[in-house]
């Protein structure tokens, strides 16, 4: 059984993400730093984008009996963020990727930093998870800070592994171990 809210602090929480999520995400995801520096998430991001994430997400929870994405909220319950599981292989694999973003407010607070390293905790905890890994993008150290600080170690450099806005981009892999 999924929790429905999970306490990362006494300012952050997750949750699952909810239809009244929809003008937040519409909101929060215009940034050009977002747009820059996630490769799945689509620019513009309008209310098609939207319906389109909510219902992936109530999927995903149906197909694999868990949540994977989970909506960071502030001390308010208001959407700030998002942070999920890839489920690359199902829910019974041992290792996993992970993926995030959260609205340009919070950013350089330490939000991130300790949802990561909670989230981490929960599935290696919850799930048969032995490995996570991440990778971001050359163009963004903050993301890389984020995985350092949160217990990942740097593993390599992916050249030209992804395409986007018309340019092969290098991404840093990093990964984490229970």
């Given amino acids: ?3 429905d809210f999970l306490l ?4 952050i929480g997750l949750s699952a993400f909810r239809e009244s999520d929809k003008s937040d995400l519409i909101h929060w995801l215009q ?10 998430i689509p620019f513009p991001y309008g209310e098609n984008e939207a319906e389109h994430w909510l219902e992936h997400t109530r999927k995903m929870e149906e197909q694999f009996d868990c ?4 909506a960071i909220r502030n001390a308010e319950g208001r959407l700030i963020g998002g942070i999920g599981r890839a489920m690359h292989q199902g829910d019974k694999n041992h290792w996993d990727e ?3 973003w959260l ?3 919070y950013r ?3 939000v991130m930093t300790s949802t990561v390293d909670f989230f981490c905790k929960f599935w290696f905890e919850h799930s048969p998870l032995v490995r996570i890994e991440a ?3 050359d163009i963004n150290p903050a993301s890389a800070r984020v995985l350092e600080k949160a217990g990942f170690e740097f593993e390599g450099r992916l050249r030209k592994k992804y395409f986007k806005n018309g340019q092969f981009m290098d991404g840093l892999l990093y990964g984490r171990l229970k």
């Fill in 8 to 11: 990362v602090s006494d300012q």
């Fill in 67 to 70: 949540r994977p994405n989970w």
């Fill in 135 to 137: 990778a971001v993008f």
């Fill in 98 to 100: 992970i993926g995030y």
């Fill in 103 to 105: 609205a340009e407010p």
């Fill in 31 to 40: 940034d050009d730093i977002i747009q820059r520096h996630t490769l799945h």
């Fill in 108 to 110: 350089g607070k330490g």
């Fill in 1 to 3: 059984m999924v929790p």
